[in-house]
């Protein structure tokens, strides 16, 4: 392989971690509820696959199950977003760092293969950090929980995706993961709101700026962000692809520091907690690079 194209490769992979960190800055900045940021992230990004791709065929058993996977994006970003709205970027972000525990459990369930002990002992410094975070401001609460509520159901989504995606083409895997998954999103809103009622209403026609914003998010961080990542597997690794994507919640945290000044509103508590959920980044990684 030529130098100028593996690092064309390596360049992919940093844009889209970059575009991921910037998911969070978008869920600030769309004065919506976190119902219409998903419901639209969604249906927007299956008409640019659609203009991209056209309409792939595949059997009706796959897409009924990749549809039901793309229902579990949708409610993950659902509660993605209702914890931002209810606490802040940094605080999202963070909570999502807990998709590593939960997938230390899910995984081998799914698969019927032993629990890693030492997975799961390294995922207990995520949860240590976590707790300390949790614990640095009441106001914050509500949003944390939401937001570790929201990293198992990706947890879920992730093991689900690579199984279900298995022998299928990723631009097909992924219009009807989002196609399906608004169709079934819309049915589950309803349910949604009855027990967990938004302070905003929902609107059914997004405007102004609201409207850029929400094209912005699923053309650049949802249909950008995942056909990178296609591009960059033909030339890197599946784990350096991984260990890329570990900085997506630092870009977040960094984005959210400068664009909302969010470093004012943590004290050193959050900073250990931080600094416990990098270390066990860390050595999962000196573990996965190991083996």
């Known amino acids: 392989m030529k130098k100028e194209n593996k690092l064309e490769y390596y360049i992919s992979a940093h844009l889209a ?62 509660l993605f977003y209702a914890s931002i709205k209810m606490s802040n970027i940094s605080i999202g972000v963070i909570c999502y760092s807990l998709v590593g525990f939960c997938t230390a459990i899910i995984e081998p369930w799914v698969y019927h293969k032993k629990i890693s002990v030492t997975e799961l002992f390294y995922s207990m410094l995520t949860m240590a950090g976590l707790l300390l975070i949790f614990s640095f401001d009441s106001r914050y609460r509500a949003g944390i929980a939401v937001g570790a509520v929201s990293a198992v159901v990706a947890s879920l989504y992730g093991v689900l995706n690579k199984k279900e995606s298995e022998g299928v083409k990723g631009r097909t895997s992924l219009f009807y993961q989002m196609s399906g998954g608004v169709t079934i999103l819309s049915a589950i809103i309803p349910l949604y709101l009855y027990f967990f009622p938004s302070t905003q209403s929902v609107v059914v026609i997004p405007e102004g700026s609201n409207l850029w914003w929400l094209l912005s998010l699923a053309l650049f961080c949802t249909v950008g962000e995942y056909l990178l990542v296609i591009k960059s597997l033909r030339g890197l690794s599946a784990f350096t692809m991984n260990l890329s994507f570990n900085l997506e919640p630092v870009y977040s945290i960094i984005i959210a520091f400068l664009f909302f000044g969010e470093g004012h509103e943590l004290n050193f508590s959050f900073y250990v907690g931080i600094a416990l959920i990098v270390l066990s980044v860390i050595l999962q990684t000196m573990r996965s690079k190991h083996k």
């Open 17 to 78: 971690v970059l575009l991921g960190g910037f998911t969070g800055l978008f869920g600030k900045l769309v004065t919506l509820n976190e119902v219409d940021i998903a419901w639209y992230r969604m249906a927007f990004a299956t008409i640019f696959l659609m203009v991209i791709a056209g309409i792939p065929k595949i059997s009706a058993t796959k897409l009924l199950r990749l549809a039901g996977v793309g229902s579990l994006l949708g409610l993950h970003w659902i």
